[in-house]
T-cell receptor, first 110, second 115 residues
């Protein structure tokens, strides 16, 4: 079973910022937090990864509080093409990091 | 060049047949995986090979047999196909399964339809 809990779905409009929160209360000291994006008929694609505090890349930002029991993926100014399922995975040297949960289905409307 | 490529993209076959799906990665990764995504979109890991050695073998029927001729290839052979095998099968690779900060790279999937 996945070590993470995410909202099943979220709706947004183009141009808005979207924040998807993932709960991982049992995160271990060595665990990393990794987010993937999956479009219909495609394999998941790595978006961002972090261990603590904040990480930013050209696609998204990842905010991780000090206790690391949750994390928030932030997508700035979403467009229709950001409609996808977003998965949060948590793990380290074990196989937890390979387990996908239900993900969050983000629907972006015009 | 596609990093993780799998063939065929679509596979339609009759119950009872035997079929294979091939996967190749050109990323120089040590670890490869097979995932299954069912009609409800749950993505479940099936197998993992690290340097041609079987590392993960989840609860999968014996009819499914992975084969890794070298660390750049991981094929999936399925015997006696059943209706419930219909799904999308994804191949993936990563640098080294034992690294804490592993990132998975997925192929585009094989849509298997068993009639």
């Amino acid at each position: 079973l996945a070590k993470t809990t995410q909202p099943i779905s979220m709706d947004s409009y183009e141009g808005q910022e979207v924040n998807i929160t993932c709960s991982h209360n049992n995160i271990a000291t060595n665990d990393y937090i990794t987010w993937y994006q999956q479009f219909p008929s495609q394999g998941p694609r790595f978006i961002i990864q972090g261990y603590k505090t904040k990480v930013t890349n050209e696609v998204a930002s990842l905010f991780i509080p000090a206790d690391r029991k949750s994390s928030t993926l932030s997508l700035p100014r979403v467009s229709l093409s950001d409609t996808a399922v977003y998965y949060c995975l948590v793990g380290a040297g074990n196989t937890d990091k390979l387990i996908f949960g239900t993900g969050t289905r983000l629907q972006v409307f015009p | 060049d596609t990093a993780v490529s799998q063939t065929p993209k679509y596979l339609v076959t009759q119950m009872g047949n035997d079929k294979s799906i091939k996967c190749e990665q050109n990323l120089g990764h040590d670890t490869m995986y097979w995932y299954k995504q069912d009609s409800k979109k749950f993505l479940k890991i099936m197998f993992s090979y690290n340097n041609k050695e079987l590392i993960i073998n989840e609860t999968v029927p014996n009819r499914f047999s992975p084969k890794s001729p070298d660390k750049a290839h991981l094929n999936l052979h399925i015997n006696s196909l059943e209706l419930g095998d219909s799904a999308v099968y994804f191949c993936a690779s990563s640098q080294d399964i034992w690294q804490a900060n592993e990132k998975l790279f997925f192929g585009s999937g094989t849509q298997l339809s068993v009639l």
